[in-house]
Structure formats: C-alpha cells, structure tokens
C-alpha cells in the first residue's frame, strides 16, 4: 500500500470518529422526549386545552415533550404535569388556593421522599403536578401553572380551613 494511501485512510478515519463523537455529544445535549404515564383521561378536550396553554419555562426549568397525551414535563423531570388524574375526595391533607385554583398536597409521598405530588382539588378532570426537587418551591410552579391549569372550571368543591369546619 502506497504511504499516500495510508495517511488518508488515517485522515478519513480521523475525520469519521471526529464526527462520531460530536453527533454522540448532541445526542446528550439536545433535550429529548421525556416518557410520562399518561392518564386515562389524558386525552380528553379539557386537558389539551390545559397543555396547548402550558408555558415554556417553569421556575427557569424549560418544557421537554412528553410521551402521553395530556402530560408535560420541565427540566429533567424535576416537575411533570399530568392532567386527568381522578378527582379528589375531601380529605384532611392540606389544601391550598393558590391564584384561585386549589390544590392538595399528598402528605403521605411528601414524607417517603423529595417529591412533592400536588392535585387540583373540585375540578374535573384533575391535575397531578410532581416536584422532584427540594429547592424548588412548589408554591412557585404551581403560580406558573395558574393560568393553564385555571382552563379547568372549578366544581362545587373547594378548600375549607379548620375555622369553616363545623
């Protein structure tokens, strides 16, 4: 073999495992699809109307796509909506209006891990936000979320404090 053969056999290898890894590295970087379980609800006109209005960033976390219809996720899955979850029954676990929209904190998954597990409470279909990041407020989120969410009427039921209870 020629020398002049071997030196572009090493400069067009050169230049494919070059272009290997930058096409590897932008596979990392760009954002992909996230995959959230979808409800059974999740594809219902309500929700589309809640994600169509979803904003691009959520306490400077940005929007990824999601893989079910009616989901939504921002950052790296630090917060995921999923819109028609099953109402709420009343419950004693704590529920707060925040922008006119109420929302139930799951106290059981709130103390077994860092995930805080939100639900709209007296609208139907509900929303389940998931915050899995302890620095991040979820009082926040769910004041970004407000607007969107808000395209679900709320029902009967609302939040009540210890004071309205009989």
């Known amino acids: 073999m020629p020398p002049w053969s071997r030196r572009r056999t090493g400069i067009v290898g050169g230049a494919v495992a070059v272009g ?13 699809e ?4 979808s ?3 999740g594809g219902s006109r309500q929700c589309a109307s809640v994600v169509a209005e979803l904003p691009e960033s959520v306490v400077g976390e940005g929007k990824r796509e999601t893989t079910g219809p009616g989901t939504a996720a921002w950052g790296d899955g630090r ?5 028609g979850v099953p109402p709420l029954s009343p419950t004693a676990n704590l529920c707060v209006d925040v ?7 799951d106290e059981a998954r709130a103390r077994g891990s860092d995930a805080r597990v939100l639900t709209t409470y007296g609208r139907e279909p ?7 990041d302890s620095s991040v407020p979820p009082g926040d989120v769910l004041v970004d979320l ?11 039921h609302r939040c009540v404090s210890l004071d309205d209870m009989p």
Request: proline residues 4%; charged residues 20%; contains cysteine.
């Open 99 to 105: 922008d006119g929209v109420d929302w139930v904190l």
């Open 146 to 156: 407000g607007r969107a969410v808000g395209r679900i009427s709320q029902g009967d």
């Open 79 to 83: 917060i995921v909506l999923r819109c």
């Open 39 to 41: 409800t059974p609800d």
């Open 34 to 37: 996230y995959s959230v379980n």
């Open 20 to 32: 290997l890894l930058i096409a590897s590295l932008s596979l990392v970087f760009v954002p992909g």
């Open 126 to 132: 509900a929303i389940e936000v998931t915050v899995r």
